[in-house]
């Protein structure tokens, strides 16, 4: 079994603006896995709101490719891999090598049930109030029906209001990406009910986030930076009502199906996250979020071009992806 891999930056349709960054290129690594004529494949990015960088996956994949003749499985790659981002293109790399040479499809593999399409949000990145009304309002004519909308500390209910403003009837969900405190959660939570907004996503940051449990507000909050694993769900349980499941920061759809089952278990709703993948990531998180409760699975529809056999958005749904791409 042989392992390659390339870094690649996709760019995206116009700079991606969130609290902590602004960014002209989705970085991401492309696994190859080959064995027996077959190819399978995965991708990932790095994540640096935890240090991770492009070198760390790199070197990460350069390690494991020591290893991987020897035949490598999804089982060692979760007990020899630490970085998550590289385990996750390893591990959805491994699920598509094994589709080809099996003859069946990724449904028939995992026990998932398949879905033609799954409701979709799209994000709203951080701009002046007027673009970000505008970008919303053409998400609304594109036929999407639920609206996140990236905050950081300035301007959060000018830019919603004007935003719910010119989008009646349309659900609203709220990402701070770790950018406020509790005094400041409090204060906007009842005007952001008023407004319609279903849910918040990460206001505290990741290790400042036990002052939650003063948290006053009526909208559920959701962990993103804050749930890397199965391990973080018993204290989470306590904080928040939802998690965000991304394939790179768990390591892999593996346990990525493994974090939904236990989350749901303890009464938590599920989002499924993405970190701006083209299509050849969205398809693995894809599987996984047909078993979500919220689905952000928009990083594609960002970008300024995809991949060959690429997923389409229609009317806010996101179409299942076919054999040619993944799975």
């Known amino acids: 079994m042989e392992l390659l891999f390339a870094y690649q930056e996709w760019p995206y349709a116009e700079t991606f603006r969130i609290s902590r960054s602004a960014k002209t290129n989705s970085e991401l690594l492309t696994v190859w896995v080959r064995s027996g004529g077959h190819v399978g494949r995965g991708e990932c990015a790095p994540l640096p709101q935890y240090g991770q960088t492009a070198e760390d996956v790199a070197h990460a994949l350069e390690a494991a490719r020591d290893w991987f003749h020897e035949g490598a499985t999804r089982e060692a790659v979760a007990a020899r891999v630490a970085n998550t981002s590289a385990r996750n293109a390893l591990d959805c790399a491994l699920w598509d090598l094994e589709c080809k040479t099996s003859g069946k499809d990724i449904w028939t593999l995992t026990g998932v049930e398949r879905a033609d399409s799954i409701e979709v949000d799209l994000t709203i990145g951080i701009n002046p109030t007027a673009k970000m009304q505008a970008d919303a309002v053409s998400a609304v004519k594109l036929g999407y029906r639920i609206i ?52 918040i996503e990460q206001p505290l940051h990741h290790q400042r986030d036990e002052a939650l449990a003063d948290y006053r507000g009526t909208i559920p909050l959701c962990a993103d930076e804050s749930c890397s694993g199965e391990d973080d769900l018993p204290r989470l349980s306590k904080l928040y009502q939802a998690i965000n499941i991304k394939l790179d920061k768990v390591g892999g759809l593996t346990p990525g199906l493994s974090l939904n089952r236990a989350a749901h278990a303890l009464g938590l709703k599920v989002m499924l996250g993405c970190s701006g993948p083209t299509s050849l990531g969205a398809a693995p998180a894809y599987v996984l979020g047909t078993r979500c409760d919220f689905v952000d699975l928009d990083g594609p529809a960002l970008l300024l071009d995809d991949r060959a056999s690429a997923m389409r958005y229609e009317q806010g749904r996101l179409l299942c992806f076919g054999p040619d791409l993944w799975g």
């Open 148 to 199: 996140k909308i990236k905050a950081n500390g300035e301007d959060v209910l000018e830019r919603v209001e004007a935003i719910a403003r010119a989008c009646p009837g349309v659900r609203f969900i709220v990402d701070a990406n770790e950018a406020w405190t509790l005094d400041t959660l409090n204060a906007l939570t009842p005007e952001l009910a008023r407004l319609g907004v279903e849910l």
